[in-house]
């Protein structure tokens, strides 16, 4: 995200979170997971967080999921000061071993018109008071056979920030994505080959 008002920088943040999984045919499978981040709202001048996981598969069929998942998370968070809120440390480089717990889903609409994405994420510490929530809730229109409009809620919450920076953040963006989700579904003739 990138945002200047008038001769002001307001926003520059960017965020990648990526998520290797092996046997997700499976009800439970494991997975990797890597993520990146730097925020100008929140002070972070970089942010990565690593580490295995297991995910538990509730319910998945070829248009809709739901699955629980924990990980372990190493994490390495430089700010661009050292003066923090909740936070007695006086260093500008803050590293904790987190646990993360998800619950993540998409639905699609009976009809096919519509899809639902949502996950919400929450990251204790395993020491120190220091937490990191995160809820996602993302609504998908179809405007063509593999485009789709987008539209996400994002929250995010955090114990530690620098002093002067808000603890949470709500954003709502809006964009396209490509996907193949709502293509019809194959007839049982079809099926039968």
């Given at each position: 995200m990138y945002k200047r008002r008038e001769d002001e920088?307001?926003?520059?943040?960017?965020?990648?979170?990526?998520?290797?999984?092996?046997?997700?045919?499976?009800?439970?499978y494991p997975f990797l997971e890597g993520a990146v981040a730097k925020s100008?709202?929140?002070?972070?001048?970089?942010?990565?967080q690593v580490g295995p996981g297991v995910a538990y598969r509730i319910y998945a069929n070829r248009r809709s999921y739901l699955r629980l998942g924990a990980a372990t998370l190493y994490?390495?968070?430089?700010?661009?000061?050292?003066?923090?809120?909740?936070?007695a440390g006086t260093s500008a480089v803050?590293?904790?071993?987190?646990?993360?717990?998800?619950?993540?889903?998409?639905?699609v609409v009976p009809d096919g018109r519509l899809r639902l994405n949502y996950e919400l994420n929450y990251q204790p510490a395993f020491?120190?008071?220091?937490?990191?929530?995160a809820a996602v809730g993302g609504l998908e229109l179809p405007v063509?056979?593999?485009?789709?409009?987008r539209t996400n809620f994002q929250y995010s919450y955090e114990t530690v920030v620098l002093t002067g920076k808000q603890q949470g953040d709500?954003?709502?963006?809006?964009g396209?994505?490509?996907?193949?989700?709502?293509?019809?579904?194959?007839?049982?003739?079809?099926?039968?080959?």
């Open positions: 920088l307001v926003t520059s943040d960017v965020t990648s979170r990526n998520i290797l999984y092996y046997g997700q045919r499976h009800r439970v100008l709202q929140r002070g972070i001048a970089f942010r990565y994490e390495q968070s430089r700010f661009e000061g050292h003066e923090f809120e909740n936070y803050i590293t904790k071993w987190r646990e993360q717990l998800f619950l993540a889903g998409t639905q020491q120190g008071h220091n937490l990191l929530l063509g056979r593999y485009v789709a409009l709500l954003l709502v963006t809006f396209f994505t490509i996907t193949n989700i709502f293509k019809p579904e194959k007839e049982a003739s079809e099926d039968e080959d």
